[in-house]
C-alpha cells in the first residue's frame, strides 16, 4: 500500500500568491482530514470529509481557506490568496469507518508565505 | 471549544530513564487514541483506548485511560534513543463523529 500522498512536500510562495495542496487517500479509506501543524497552535484539524462529503469544516481560518473532494481518491486544500501567517505544515490524513478510526497520515506539505 | 491538554511539554530524560506524558481533556471523550510523531515526519498511530479505566501496554509503553475517561496517560520504562519524538493524545468527544481532536503534544529527547 503506497500509504497517503501529498503534493507538493515543498511550497515557497509570495504573499497574494495562490496555494494548492493536493492528496490522495489509502484505497478503501472513506474518511479525509486536513491538518496544519505550528510551533503555536499545534496539529489543528481544519476539515474532514466522510464519503467525499464535507462534514466538518469548523476548523478552516477564514473564507481564503477551501477544501474539495471531488471523487474518493482525491482531496485538494486551498489558500487564497495566501498570506505570511499560513506558513505551517499541512497534514492529509485518511481512515477507514468502521475500523479502530485510527488516522494514517501523509508525509506533509511545508508551506512557507514570504 | 475543545480543549485537550498535554503535560509536560518538553521532557528531557537519560537514556535509561522513565517518561510519562499526562493528557488531559475539558470534556468526557468517547476513546483516546495515542499517536508519535519523528522530528521532521508525520504522526503515527500508537494505540486506541475506548474503556473507563483502560490499561494496555506495547513492550515499554504503558497507556491508561482515566475512570472518568477525560485523561490518559503515556508511560515509557527504560526510555531508549529510538524514543525520541513528540508524543499527542487525541481524543473523540462522541461515537457520532470522526473529529479527532489532538493535544498539544509532549516532546521527549533521550540523551545516550
Known amino acids: 500500500d503506497a500509504g497517503v500522498i501529498q503534493s507538493p512536500r515543498h511550497e515557497v510562495t509570495e504573499m497574494g500568491q495562490e496555494v494548492t495542496l493536493r492528496c490522495k487517500p489509502i484505497?478503501?479509506?472513506?474518511?479525509l482530514f486536513w491538518y496544519r501543524q505550528t510551533m503555536m497552535r499545534g496539529l489543528e484539524l481544519l476539515i474532514y470529509f466522510n464519503n467525499n462529503v464535507p462534514i466538518d469544516d469548523s476548523g478552516m481560518p477564514e473564507d481564503r481557506f477551501s477544501a474539495k473532494m471531488p471523487n474518493a481518491s482525491f482531496s485538494t486544500l486551498k489558500i487564497q490568496p495566501s498570506e505570511p501567517r499560513d506558513s505551517a505544515v499541512y497534514f492529509c490524513?485518511?481512515?477507514?469507518?468502521?475500523?479502530?478510526?485510527?488516522?494514517?497520515f501523509g508525509e506533509g506539505s511545508r508551506l512557507t508565505v514570504l | 471549544g475543545q480543549q485537550v491538554m498535554q503535560i509536560p511539554q518538553y521532557q528531557h530524560v537519560q537514556e535509561g530513564e522513565d517518561f510519562t506524558t499526562y493528557c488531559n481533556s475539558s470534556?468526557?471523550?468517547?476513546?483516546i487514541q495515542w499517536y508519535k510523531q519523528r522530528p521532521g515526519g508525520h504522526p503515527v498511530f500508537l494505540i486506541q483506548l475506548v474503556k473507563s479505566g483502560e490499561v494496555k501496554k506495547q513492550k515499554r509503553l504503558t497507556f491508561q485511560f482515566g475512570e472518568a475517561k477525560k485523561n490518559s496517560s503515556l508511560h515509557i520504562t527504560a526510555t531508549q534513543t529510538t524514543d525520541v519524538g513528540t508524543y499527542f493524545c487525541a481524543g473523540k468527544v462522541s461515537y457520532n463523529t470522526d473529529k479527532l481532536i489532538f493535544g498539544t503534544g509532549t516532546r521527549l529527547q533521550v540523551f545516550p
Open positions: 484505497s478503501g479509506h472513506n474518511s
Open positions: 490524513a485518511s481512515s477507514r469507518q468502521g475500523s479502530t478510526g485510527e488516522l494514517f
Open positions: 470534556t468526557t471523550l468517547s476513546n
